[in-house]
């Protein structure tokens, strides 16, 4: 049986009451959850990182779940003395905003992935529409350490799913591993799926006649279609990696399920290209329109103009000071020239609409 290495004596940085099970609350504030598990029970009496490591290497099974919510240097330093976690994963955890990825070390894995959120929007009125974060998660024989970043990215629904079927949580820390990465990947389907709604729309707006089409609109989506790829792309490698690794760190039951995620994710890798091919298409046709929107106004205004050229070319000529010219004296003369005026511009009218200039 492991022997549990001494550990300092946690002093509160600040004069914060204890906890109802009177553990020592210097690091609370990014601990969001923190549980032992075994035989796939949660230990009630076990709330804090030192209590809950001793418990699990006391008994010999068992495994702990920590959760932190964007965690300073002192937490991670707490952790890492406490789980012997690698100070290259640790560096990682701390700055955020890694690229998805999974890194091997002596005993324990390291493993990114971005979390990705839908943000509810007016048609034609977004500054944001995909949502980003991160969670890091730490893996080693008796624990496992997620570390979240982003106001979106809780696990609260995950834990407790696992925590209603304990012969899943008894199988160890790889199953919690699975169970997250199953849950973000879920959540890029519930994106991938809002997002194709909004590029309908937008096909919609640049088909239909009559309507404004709104081109920074096609931009900011596509923008965040990149944004989805970058989460999405590398994460392929990674789980492909993590599905074939042999370690005992992940069992040959959960490589499997892995496997089945590592499906899901691919088609949402696929569907994400389709979107990106379909944005670029969609702002070519869309900038085609506008310029053949143009040039029918451009008509339009041109045969308007041909038409007011005819009154102005006679009212011209007939507003010259000229003594000897024909029809001043003439009775009928104004009612003339109104008539020829009426008379060439219907017939302008009249030809410009049936070739369509109107």
């Avoid at 994460?235 to 499906?263: F, N």
């Avoid at 007011?308 to 004296?329: C, D, H, K, Q, R």
Wanted: with cysteine.
């Amino acid at each position: 049986m492991p022997v549990l290495p001494s550990l300092p004596i946690l002093r509160p940085q600040r004069h914060r009451p204890p906890t109802p099970d009177g553990h020592d609350t210097q690091h609370a504030e990014a601990i969001v959850d923190c549980a032992a598990y075994i035989n796939g029970q949660r230990v009630r009496e076990c709330g804090d990182p030192t209590r809950a490591i001793a418990r699990v290497r006391t008994e010999g099974r068992g495994f702990v779940w920590i959760g932190l919510h964007e965690p300073g240097e002192d937490e991670m330093a707490f952790l890492a003395d406490l789980l012997g976690l690698h100070e290259l994963a640790v560096e990682d955890a701390v700055q955020a905003y890694q690229r998805p990825k999974m890194d091997t070390y002596d005993n324990s894995l390291f493993m990114v992935l971005k979390t990705v959120a839908y943000v509810e929007h007016t048609a034609g009125n977004a500054s944001q529409i995909v949502q980003d974060g991160e969670i890091m998660i730490f893996l080693g024989p008796d624990y496992i350490v997620t570390v979240r970043h982003g106001a979106h990215s809780q696990l609260r629904t995950v834990r407790a799913g696992l925590e209603a079927d304990p012969d899943q949580l008894a199988i160890g820390p790889a199953a919690v591993m699975h169970a997250i990465a199953d849950h973000i990947v879920d959540e890029y389907l519930s994106v991938v799926e809002a997002v194709e709604d909004d590029i309908d729309e937008m096909e919609n707006s640049v088909f239909t006649p009559n309507r404004p089409v709104d081109i920074e609109q096609i931009y900011l989506l596509k923008r965040e279609i990149l944004g989805l790829r970058r989460a999405v792309s590398p994460l392929m490698p990674a789980m492909r990696s993590l599905a074939g690794t042999t370690t005992d760190l992940m069992p040959k039951k959960i490589r499997s399920y892995v496997r089945d995620v590592e499906d899901h994710l691919s088609v949402v890798a696929d569907r994400v290209s389709t979107f990106d091919e379909m944005l670029t298409t969609l702002v070519n046709a869309a900038l085609a329109e506008v310029t053949t929107r143009q040039n029918e106004d451009m008509r339009k205004i041109s045969a308007w103009a041909a038409i007011a050229l005819v009154p102005t070319a006679i009212a011209g000529i007939y507003g010259m000071n000229f003594e000897n010219m024909p029809e001043l004296s003439w009775t009928y003369g104004y009612p003339m020239a109104l008539g020829v005026i009426i008379g060439l511009c219907g017939t302008l009218y009249l030809l410009l609409r049936r070739r369509g200039w109107l």
